[in-house]
T-cell receptor
Framework: GNSVTQMEGPVTLSEEAFLTINCTYT??????LFWYVQYPGEGLQLLLK?????DKGSNKGFEATYRKETTSFHLEKGSVQVSDSAVYFC??????FGKGTKLTVNP | DVKVTQSSRYLVKRTGEKVFLECVQD?????MFWYRQDPGLGLRLIYF???????EKGDIPEGYSVSREKKERFSLILESASTNQTSMYLC??????????FGDGTRLSIL
């Protein structure tokens, strides 16, 4: 079946720290993969996507690479800001999502 | 930009009431979805629709129904609300296999 498993938080970092949030998937075939971000009181917004193996999605300093060999789509950012504090969801076009990872960045 | 609008941000209802949650999208998307979001459980798919008057059960359809009479509108119905349906409800739409666009959510409390 199709599923997505992501690292559960919460994750607390200091400003300018390096961020990794792990996401692995199981799927039939190679569905598109997405990272969404949810700020307090809002719905989910698309952060980045990758539509095929070896694709790298990037946006606002965040990156994720669709790795077929490890069935992973880990989210990374080299230097986080306080404004990145939010909940991050990994998901696939097969309508499955991870449970979300809450990130708090302290000044 | 796609806009998905949910009719209420906050709603308080009583046990046993019939509750309607409305969602409208403005991009002519074929596909629309209803999720509930609960702490520690992430997003769970309740129902979805691929076209007008069509509906498919998601992972947790019990206690819910939906209506899609027009392409832009997808309604979630709680037939007889219960306290375990207190949750955040999120509506989404998309075209084909593209990413979903989400509304801001309705926080529903059942007393």
């Amino acid at each position: 079946g199709n599923s997505v498993t992501q690292m559960e938080g919460p994750v607390t970092l200091s400003e300018e720290a390096f961020l990794t949030i792990n996401c692995t998937y199981t799927a039939t075939g190679y569905p598109s993969l997405f990272w969404y971000v949810q700020y307090p009181g809002e719905g989910l917004q698309l952060l980045l996507k990758a539509t095929k193996a070896d694709d790298k999605g990037s946006n606002k300093g965040f990156e994720a690479t669709y790795r077929k060999e490890t069935t992973s789509f880990h989210l990374e950012k080299g230097s986080v800001q306080v404004s990145d504090s939010a909940v991050y969801f990994c998901g696939s076009e097969k309508l499955v999502f991870g449970k979300g990872t809450k990130l708090t960045v302290n000044p | 930009d796609v806009k998905v609008t949910q009719s209420s941000r906050y709603l308080v209802k009583r046990t046993g009431e019939k509750v309607f949650l409305e969602c409208v999208q403005d991009m002519d998307h074929e596909n629309m979805f209803w999720y509930r979001q609960d702490p520690g459980l992430g997003l769970r798919l309740i129902y979805f629709s691929y076209d007008v008057k069509m509906k498919e059960k998601g992972d947790i359809p019990e206690g819910y129904s939906v209506s899609r009479e027009k392409k832009e509108r997808f309604s979630l119905i709680l037939e007889s609300a219960s306290t375990n349906q207190t949750s955040m409800y999120l509506c989404a739409s998309r075209a084909g296999g593209q990413p979903q666009h989400f509304g801001d959510g309705t926080r529903l409390s059942i007393l």
